[in-house]
T-cell receptor, first 113, second 116 residues
Framework: EPEVTQTPSHQVTQMGQEVILRCVPISNHLYFYWYRQILGQKVEFLVSFYNNEISEKSEIFDDQFSVERPDGSNFTLKIRSTKLEDSAMYFC???????????FGPGTRLTVL | AQTVTQSQPEMSVQEAETVTLSCTYDTSESDYYLFWYKQPPSRQMILVIRQEAYKQQNATENRFSVNFQKAAKSFSLKISDSQLGDAAMYFCAYRSGKTSGSRLTFGEGTQLTVNP
C-alpha cells in the first residue's frame, strides 16, 4: 500500500542553524501539507501546497519557514534559523483530491539545542 | 474560525469492553468533514474513520463507529470489543468542505488506555 515517507526520522540541530525536512508524498496525490506537534500538545497546521504554490498557511508559518517541491516526488520544509521553540514533531501529509482524506507520514522529530 | 474540543484528556477501558470518546466542534459552515485519527506511541498519525457532514448515516469501520449529531455539533467515537492495540492518543479533526479550506483542525486529543 502506498505511503507517505519522511526523512530523517530524527534531526538534532543547533539554534540558528538551517534545517530541511524531507517528505515523499503518495505518488498520485495533488495536495501536500506540513503540520507540527510540540510534545504533549495538539497537532497544528503549518502550510498547504497545491499546483506548485502555497494555498494556505497558518500564523505559525512565518518568514523563517518555506516549502518547496523541487521535483516530481519530494516536498520539503525549510526552517532558516531554528529556534528552541521549533523543537517538535513535523508531519507531512498528502491528499489525492478535494474529497479525499489526508494521509500522514511517520514524522520527523526535530530537536533544537 | 473552526474549533475542535475533546474534553476527555484520558480514558481507560477494559479489554473487550466498549468505550466512547467525545468530540465537539464549532463551525458556521454546512459542508465539512470530520475525522478520527489514532496516534500510537510511534507518533504515526493513522486515520481511523471519517464522516461527511451531508451524510446522515453514521460511519462505521469494523469495531469503530461514530455518533454524528450535526445539530449538536458532536462527533463521538465508539470502540467496541477494545483490544490492547487500540491503546493510543486519539485526535478528532475537522476539515472544511471548501476546496481552499483543506487544512485539518485538531482537538487536544484523548489518551486511551486499554487494561488487560
Amino acid at each position: 500500500e502506498p505511503e507517505v515517507t519522511q526523512t530523517p526520522s530524527h534531526q538534532v540541530t543547533q539554534m540558528g542553524q538551517e534545517v530541511i525536512l524531507r517528505c515523499v508524498p503518495i505518488s498520485n496525490h495533488l495536495y501536500f501539507y506540513w503540520y507540527r506537534q510540540i510534545l504533549g500538545q495538539k497537532v497544528e497546521f503549518l502550510v498547504s501546497f497545491y499546483n506548485n504554490e502555497i494555498s494556505e498557511k497558518s500564523e505559525i508559518f512565518d518568514d523563517q519557514f518555506s516549502v518547496e517541491r523541487p521535483d516530481g516526488s519530494n516536498f520539503t520544509l525549510k526552517i532558516r534559523s531554528t529556534k528552541l521553540e521549533d523543537s517538535a514533531m513535523y508531519f507531512c501529509a498528502s491528499r489525492r483530491g478535494s474529497y479525499n482524506e489526508q494521509f500522514f507520514g511517520p514524522g520527523t522529530r526535530l530537536t533544537v539545542l | 474560525a473552526q474549533t475542535v474540543t475533546q474534553s476527555q484528556p484520558e480514558m481507560s477501558v477494559q479489554e473487550a469492553e466498549t468505550v466512547t470518546l467525545s468530540c465537539t466542534y464549532d463551525t458556521s459552515e454546512s459542508d465539512y468533514y470530520l475525522f478520527w485519527y489514532k496516534q500510537p506511541p510511534s507518533r504515526q498519525m493513522i486515520l481511523v474513520i471519517r464522516q461527511e457532514a451531508y451524510k446522515q448515516q453514521n460511519a462505521t469501520e469494523n469495531r469503530f463507529s461514530v455518533n454524528f449529531q450535526k445539530a449538536a455539533k458532536s462527533f463521538s467515537l465508539k470502540i467496541s470489543d477494545s483490544q490492547l492495540g487500540d491503546a493510543a492518543m486519539y485526535f478528532c479533526a475537522y476539515r472544511s468542505g471548501k476546496t481552499s479550506g483543506s487544512r485539518l483542525t485538531f482537538g487536544e486529543g484523548t489518551q486511551l488506555t486499554v487494561n488487560p
